[in-house]
């Protein structure tokens, strides 16, 4: 059982952190994704629609309670793993989470479990470096390591990508900057061997920074849905709406997550 559940990211850490009780009674999964009032989950390949137990639901006393994106649960599965009933959560490693601007729920939670979290920029018109220094004092709150990654670098000369990068190094010595191309291919081989298997990599930047188009071409196929921004203000038109967590063909675990519209204080919903 444990193979299996190692090739969506389990290991020993979160196996000596499961309560003993819990994992005698129901089985473990990982959540793929969440939707209103359930969620997708995996036990290594495929996927099984889940729903809360009523307990959980009663016990939750915040939306950190519940099951978000990356979360391993304790499950009981029935009909052939058609379906299951989610009891509770494991222990977290990480939780990648951002402050919004709600009235009742003042964050949000972006993922659970994630090992780095990739800030996208494109290296047009988009970029703004403020926004990126609020990504990164998010990722650096929840103590995930981030990495860089300047998309579009076909938009850019040689010089201007050197521009960008040095903005970057000013504000963020420390971070690994990559510029990379989804049209070109431009470093998207090497971002590819770096991602390590059996870890969990987010991909987070504003919407139509090319993070689904990254996600498909690490995937080698168009398997999700990506838009054009729109020609009068360049931004992107909020394609994806799932996170949702996706398994690469060398083990590395991926969360593609919908673009931000804002990030800090005045933040509104994804
Ligand atoms: N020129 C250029 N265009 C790109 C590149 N990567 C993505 N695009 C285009 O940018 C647009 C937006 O890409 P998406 O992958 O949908 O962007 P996203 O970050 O997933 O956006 P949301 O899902 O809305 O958050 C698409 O038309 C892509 O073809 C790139 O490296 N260079
Ligand atoms: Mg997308």
Known sequence: MMDKLERVGFDDWFHDQA???????????????????????????????????????YTSESPLDLPTTGDWVYADFY?????AIIYGVLPRKTLLKRKTAGKRVDFQLIGANIDFTCIL?????????????RYLAMVNECGITPVILLSKSDLASATEVEELKKQIFSVAPEISVTPFSNKSGENVEMIKDSLLK???YCLIGSSGVGKTTLLNRLLGSEKFITQTVSSKH????????????????????LIDTPGMRELGHMAVDI
């Open 198 to 200: 059996g870890k969990t």
């Open 121 to 133: 920029q494109s290296a047009d018109d988009n970029f703004n470096l403020r926004r990126l220094e």
């Open 19 to 57: 309560e003993t009780e819990l994992i005698h009674n129901h089985e473990i999964a990982r959540v793929v994704a969440v939707h209103r009032d359930s969620c997708a989950v995996t036990k290594g390949d495929g996927e099984t629609y889940a729903e809360y137990s009523g307990n959980l639901l």
């Open 79 to 83: 009909e052939g793993d058609a379906h």
């Open 234 to 253: 360049g931004k992107g038109k909020h394609t994806t709406t799932v996170r949702e967590l996706v398994r690469l063909e060398n083990g590395t675990l």
